[in-house]
C-alpha cells in the first residue's frame, strides 16, 4: 500500500488505526497504534520511543551492562523513522494498517548500529556494493495448542496439550482439522501482500509450517517478523494458544525457522553453474564454505536462549553439525535445487525463536567472508551424519556467546558496539537462568538430594 493510497482509504473510512513499529532484539514488533489521522497528517515524519526497547530480555527486564543505554544515562528516546514503503493492511484487525520504522539516534538521526533492522540492511549494502542481490526465504514452524495462551499461562504452562494427537507431517486429514486457524492466516498474510506459499503439518503432534515466497534479504526479514506476529494474533482471535519456543517438551521434535538463500547478479541466479557437476557456481561455493567456515560465529543469532540449544538432537531432523550435504535432512547445510536455476543453499540450523535480521546479517557476512577469503567448498557429506563427531553446533548459549565475542569476522562486519551489545544479551539470558531454580531441579533433587 502506498503513502497516497493510505490517504485515500483514511478518507473514505477504510482505515481508522495504524500500527507504527519497529523490530527490537528478540524479532518482536514493538511501537505504537495511531489515529491514521494523526499519521497522516504528521506522525508519518517520525515519532519516538525509549531506548530501553533495545536492551531488554523477554520479559522486558531492564538488565544492566549495555553501553548504549542505562539508568545511569536515563533512558532516553531513538526517533521511530517510518519506512513508508512498508505500508501494509493488517486485515484480521479491523481498519488496520501497519508501517515499519527504522530506529534512528535521537539526536544525530543516524541509524542504531544495534537495531536488528539497521544490521541486516548494512550486510545488504556490502553484497550489493559486490554486484549482487541477496535473496532469502524462511520456513517458519511452530506448535498450535488446544487451549488459548490466557487459560495456559494462568495454568502455570503446565500440562500442555498440542492441538492434535498424532504426528501431522503432511497429513491433509489432521490439518483440516487446524483450518479455522490456518486458513485465516494464509488468507489474511497474503492479503497483507506476504507472498504465502503454502502450510502444512509439520512432523509432530500440533506442529505447522508456513511457507513464504523467496524475496530480497530485507522483505523476507520483514515477512517472517509480521507473519510471526500476525500467527500469533490470528491463533489468539480463535481461542488457541501457538508457541515459536524451538523445545517445548525434550520428548517432542523442536520447531525450526531454516534459512534458504542464494545469491542474484542483474536479475540471474548467480548460483547456478550448469557445467558444474551439481550446478554450483564457484561463487556459490565460496559463500557455502564462508557460511560453514563462520557458522559458529553466528550460532548466536540462530539459537539466541538457552533452549535454543535443546533443539540440535540427533534423530528429530534438527542438525548437530556444521556441515553440508546434498539433499540430505540431518545436516546443518543443505544443498536444495541442485543442477537447476533454483540451486539455493538451506541452512538448518535457526531455531524458530530467531530474529531473521541477526540470523541472516550474520549468514551473509560469513558468506562475503568466504567470497572475500577465495574459500574452498570441501565435499558434501553423504548418509546419516548424525554419526560423526566433527563440527559441531556450540553446545550451550554460553559457547555460542564466547565464539561471538571473539569473532574476529563479525567484528569487522557488525562493529565491535554491535557485537558487545549482543554478547550482553547472551550473558542477561544465561544469568538469569542461573539465577532462578527450575521445576526440574525441584522434582529430582526435593527427596533424593
Ligand atoms: P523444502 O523442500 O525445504 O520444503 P521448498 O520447495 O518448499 O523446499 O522451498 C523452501 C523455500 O525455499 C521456499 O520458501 C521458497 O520460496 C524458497 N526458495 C526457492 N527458490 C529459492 C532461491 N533461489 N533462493 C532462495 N530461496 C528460494
Known amino acids: 500500500m502506498t503513502f497516497d493510497e493510505l490517504k485515500q482509504a483514511v478518507a473514505a473510512g477504510e482505515v481508522d488505526t495504524v500500527l507504527v513499529c519497529f523490530v527490537d532484539m528478540q524479532g518482536r514488533l514493538m511501537g505504537k497504534r ?221 520447531s525450526s525457522s531454516h534459512v534458504h538463500q542464494s545469491l542474484w547478479k542483474d536479475g540471474k541466479p548467480a548460483f547456478f553453474d550448469p557445467d558444474d557437476k551439481l550446478g554450483m557456481s564457484a561463487l556459490m561455493k565460496n559463500y557455502m564454505a564462508g557460511m560453514l567456515k563462520y557458522a559458529p560465529d553466528y550460532t548466536y543469532f540462530m539459537a539466541p536462549y538457552i533452549n535454543s540449544y535443546k533443539r540440535f538432537m540427533k534423530g528429530t531432523f534438527a542438525p548437530t553439525r556444521i556441515i553440508w550435504s546434498v539433499d540430505n535432512r540431518t545436516a546443518g547445510f543443505r544443498l536444495c535445487g541442485d543442477g537447476t536455476k533454483a540451486i539455493r543453499a538451506e541452512c538448518r540450523i535457526p531455531g524458530s525463536d530467531m530474529n531473521p535480521y541477526l540470523a541472516m546479517a550474520g549468514m551473509l557476512a560469513a558468506g562475503i567472508a568466504g567470497i572475500e577469503e577465495g574459500l574452498e567448498l570441501q565435499e558434501p557429506s553423504v548418509g546419516d551424519v548424525y554419526q560423526g563427531d566433527t563440527g559441531m553446533i556450540p553446545g550451550n548459549l554460553q559457547s555460542a556467546r564466547d565464539i561471538l565475542h571473539g569473532s574476529k569476522m563479525l567484528r569487522a562486519a557488525f562493529g565491535d558496539d554491535v557485537v558487545n551489545h549482543y554478547t550482553r544479551a547472551a550473558e542477561v539470558e544465561i544469568e538469569e537462568f542461573e539465577r532462578v531454580v527450575t521445576d526440574y531441579e525441584v522434582s529430582r533433587g526435593f527427596e533424593l538430594a
Not at 539497521?118 to 550486510?123: F, N
Not at 554486484?131 to 490466557?150: I, N, P, Q, R, W
Not at 489474511?188 to 508456513?210: C, D, F, M, R, Y
Open 34 to 254: 495511531f489515529h491514521a489521522g494523526h499519521f497522516i497528517n504528521g506522525a508519518y515524519e517520525e515519532t519516538h520511543c525509549c531506548n530501553y526497547l533495545l536492551a531488554t530480555d523477554l520479559m522486558m527486564a531492564t538488565p544492566d551492562g549495555y553501553e548504549s543505554t542505562s539508568w545511569e544515562r536515563g533512558y532516553g528516546d531513538y526517533v521511530m523513522k517510518p519506512d513508508l514503503t512498508t505500508i501494509r493492511p493488517m486485515p484480521w484487525l479491523e481498519g488496520t494498517v501497519m508501517v515499519l520504522c527504522d530506529v534512528l539516534d535521537h539526536h544525530t538521526h543516524e541509524e542504531v548500529p544495534h537495531s536488528p533492522r539497521s544490521i541486516l540492511k548494512k550486510q545488504i549494502k556490502r553484497i550489493e556494493a559486490m554486484g549482487f542481490d541477496a535473496k532469502m526465504a524462511t520456513e517458519l514452524e511452530f506448535f498450535v495448542f488446544a487451549k488459548s495462551f490466557d487459560e495456559i499461562r494462568r495454568g502455570g504452562f503446565r500440562d500442555l496439550e498440542p492441538i492434535s494427537g498424532y504426528n501431522e507431517d503432511y497429513h491433509i486429514l489432521q490439518t483440516s482439522r487446524e483450518e479455522h486457524i490456518m486458513r485465516p492466516i494464509r488468507n489474511h498474510l497474503w492479503n497483507a501482500g506476504i507472498p504465502i506459499e503454502n502450510s502444512k503439518g509439520e512432523a509432530e503432534t500440533g506442529q505447522e509450517e508456513v511457507n513464504i515466497k523467496y524475496d530480497a534479504a530485507l522483505n523476507t526479514a520483514d515477512y517472517h517478523t509480521i507473519a510471526k506476529h500476525a500467527i500469533k494474533e490470528i491463533a489468539w482471535q480463535q481461542g488457541h494458544a501457538v508457541t515459536f519456543l524451538p523445545k517445548w517438551h525434550q520428548d517432542k521434535v523442536g
